[in-house]
């Protein structure tokens, strides 16, 4: 690419102008000028009243003053249209081609047979001539559907397409940050963040960067994401008083994110009444203790009427909770949940409670088994407006892990999955690891045994009343707002799932490549296509690879968990050993002779994952602890599978690298660059980590290789 075409393709691909004097550009990830071509170069009516009807006619205004279309708002004159995005309450037009197009979005509607609801953020698309209608109940629903006619670009004007209701199958779908206001001396400004600063706080400060804090919401709502927490779940000094002397902060950010529906939630401290209120206790059975949340969580409503509520991370790895007062978590949680009922708040409860003083030498305690231990037994005492928030796996999201029990052991009680975005074990986005085909293969997991209910329909529940998916987000204030602009990829995901549990991983990346990188901006959009689908589709598989083997987790670098460290857990106290020795690896989890987590499960799993005969390849060695030469269904011995995909995902990302080469010339040069330099310290990475793990397990085991390679 030479010098013109680049500046070309850098047009047409950033926002135009810094957004904040002060601040350096920022990629515009999913949302390019770009991909709002086949929109703004159309006629647009939009036809109601409301805060979010006022954001789409803002996005629909800057697409078609870009593209040469035009926008009206309820224009009391007829004019010719391409699209109409109305409010069903809105009233009549004074146009016969709109009103067909909202007769033929109301036809669908009645034959889907359920009085056609909508609901709050639902929205049906139908064509009727030459017309498009986006139709929807509320305001919401109204933004949703202008984002998914930018999805879909010219298909959104097909004459044949027909037509479809699209409504969130989670009421909430939420993302947490742990963004430290004040650096922490350890975890700093971002705990587990890998893409800069926070975009909310600096230096104990607000950021006053709300133009980027705008943006951020913007392509949230593009992909179905309606709530945030805004603060660290380690809730320290600082950050506690984002409750009541620095509740302003936390309001600037809500008023930016509503336009976008977007509602801000806050983490907070479970010992606030006696931080923050100066009294003596926080036993959530004081009436004290009762009277004083009421108090701040009317503050709370009367500043921020939309606040979405409180998360709370309590006795857990060193933050207060109700252990302290002889209570249990359903005390803890529900004293919460009591203040914010007048306000319809809820509390998202961490179910993520275990000992991290652990004894390595005791082989009883498992902490697999400590949210399960600490929550099923809770179940049917939790407040309706109670989610109690579990980490998708038992221990804590590992690359590989089964799905935590917990996630069916109540019924009785409102569940979320928590996934977490920001790649703290997966790569801490130097790595490309497309997670969307992970997080699908969990929500699709059967608890109860194949043809069973999903995870999806666990936490969407009955009428959408289950608990919703949440997840740790993963941008900060890097230019391409996650350090590897791959990993947008993730945060998109993220939030498409949440709308829909059951949509495709792969039809969703297919989704992100087309408006990050649109077919428009580039010479060959289907190399572009292919090679991006080539290195993402199977990325995750080979992280697994080339890290820790066949579900066994925990082989990080104490502390910073980046890179391999095949012993770095092993003699400390936080309870994720991997007992690897002369013989044989893996932990015994087993009921026979195990620390029994496998009892955990419904009887299906429980026994599948009983036996080393009948536990799934993948998860063998975080059930069994098994001798090297076992023999897996693949028909390869466990040490021979660990040298040859160790191998093997060396190879793959080399691969990688090679592939995403040639795209030089085909992309804006700025992603290019970023993403190749990763890829640098991916295969660096990748090579140390099958290095070291086939070193470790050659000198336990003294097994040699079957192909006879290197290892050391
Ligand atoms: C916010 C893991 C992470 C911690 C994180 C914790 C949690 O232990 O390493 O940084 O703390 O999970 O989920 O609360």
Redesign the pocket.
């Known amino acids: 690419m030479n010098a013109e075409e680049s500046v070309e393709l850098e047009q047409l691909m950033f926002v135009e102008e810094p957004m904040d004097g002060d601040e350096p550009r920022v990629h515009p990830a999913w949302l390019p000028p770009e991909a709002f071509r086949s929109l703004g170069a159309r006629r647009v009516l939009l036809h109601g009243e409301g805060l979010l009807v006022d954001t789409v006619l803002n996005e629909v205004s800057r697409a078609c003053a870009r593209y040469g279309g035009r926008v009206w708002h309820s224009p009391s004159w007829d004019v010719d249209v391409d699209l109409v995005l109305a409010l069903r309450d809105a009233g009549e037009l004074p146009n016969p081609a709109v009103e067909a197009a909202r007769a033929a979005g109301e036809a669908a509607l009645v034959e889907l047979g359920d009085g056609g609801t909508l609901g709050d953020e639902g929205f049906v698309l139908a064509r009727a001539g030459d017309v498009t209608a986006v139709l929807a109940d509320a305001p919401a629903g109204l933004l949703y559907g202008l984002f998914h006619v930018v999805r879909l670009c010219a298909a959104a004007f097909d004459p044949a397409r027909p037509p479809k209701r699209h409504r969130p199958a989670l009421r909430r779908r939420m993302l947490n940050h742990?963004d430290n206001v004040a650096v922490h001396p350890v975890?700093g400004q971002v705990?587990?963040g890998y893409a800069g600063g926070s975009i909310f706080w600096r230096d104990g400060r607000p950021r006053g960067d709300l133009a980027r804090v705008r943006e951020y919401g913007r392509l949230l709502a593009s992909c179905g994401v309606n709530a945030i927490s805004v603060n660290?779940?380690?809730v320290a000094r600082t950050e506690a008083l984002l409750l009541t002397e620095r509740l302003g902060d936390v309001a600037e950010i809500a008023d930016v994110l509503r336009p976008y529906g977007i509602r801000v939630h806050l983490s907070v401290s479970f010992a606030a009444p006696v931080v923050l209120g100066g009294l003596p206790t926080a036993d959530p059975l004081d009436e004290a203790v009762r009277v004083w949340w009421a108090a701040a969580t009317r503050r709370v409503y009367d500043r921020i009427p939309d606040f979405g509520g409180y998360l709370v991370?309590a006795d857990?790895?060193g933050q207060p909770g109700p252990f302290t007062y002889g209570r249990d978590h359903a005390d803890g949680a529900n004293l919460l949940a009591e203040a914010l009922a007048p306000h319809g708040g809820v509390v998202h409860w961490?179910a993520?409670v275990y000992n991290h003083h652990q004894d390595w030498r005791d082989r009883s305690t498992d902490r697999a088994r400590a949210a399960y231990d600490h929550f099923a037994p809770l179940d049917g005492r939790f407040r309706t407006n109670v989610v109690v928030q579990v980490?998708f796996g038992p221990v804590?999201?590992q690359t590989r892990e089964p799905v935590s029990p917990v996630l069916a052991a109540m019924p009785a009680t409102r569940v979320a999955v928590e996934l977490q975005v920001t790649q703290?074990y997966t790569g801490q986005q130097r790595h490309v690891c497309h997670l969307g085909p992970w997080w699908s293969e969990v929500l699709r997991f059967t608890p109860w045994g194949p043809g069973g209910r999903t995870i999806a329909d666990v936490v969407t529940g009955e009428a959408a009343a289950g608990g919703g998916m949440v997840a740790?987000a993963n941008v900060g204030d890097d230019l391409f707002w996650t350090g590897h602009p791959l990993a947008q990829a993730n945060l998109y995901t993220f939030g498409r799932l949440a709308w829909d549990p059951r949509a495709d991983p792969t039809a969703i990346l297919d989704e992100w490549i087309t408006l990050t990188f649109p077919p428009s901006a580039t010479a060959d959009a289907e190399l572009v296509r292919r090679t991006l689908h080539e290195i993402m589709d199977d990325s995750w598989r080979t992280y697994e690879r080339y890290t820790a083997p066949l579900g066994v987790g925990f082989m990080v670098n104490p502390g910073d968990?980046y890179g391999p460290g095949v012993d770095g857990y092993e003699y400390t106290r936080w309870g994720t050993y991997h007992f690897a020795d002369r013989d044989g690896v893996g932990v015994d989890r087993s009921r026979a002779s195990g620390t029994g987590f496998t009892g955990q499960y419904p009887s299906y799993w429980a026994q599948v994952y009983e036996s080393p005969e009948t536990c799934p390849d993948e998860l063998l060695l975080f059930f069994h602890h098994v001798p090297y030469g076992h023999v897996l269904h693949s028909g390869s011995t466990v040490i021979q599978h660990i040298y040859d995909t160790h191998f093997a995902g060396v190879e793959e990302v080399t691969a990688m690298r090679r592939k995403w080469q040639a795209l030089t010339g085909m992309i804006d040069m700025s992603v290019y660059e970023r993403v190749a330099e990763r890829l640098d310290e991916q295969v660096r990475c990748a090579t140390e980590w099958r290095d070291q793990i086939n070193t470790y397990f050659f000198r336990k085991s003294g097994v040699p290789d079957e192909r006879g390679r290197d290892i050391y």
Do not use: G, P
């Open positions: 742990w975890m705990e587990r660290n779940v380690n991370k857990s790895e961490r993520f980490k804590d999201f703290e740790v968990h």
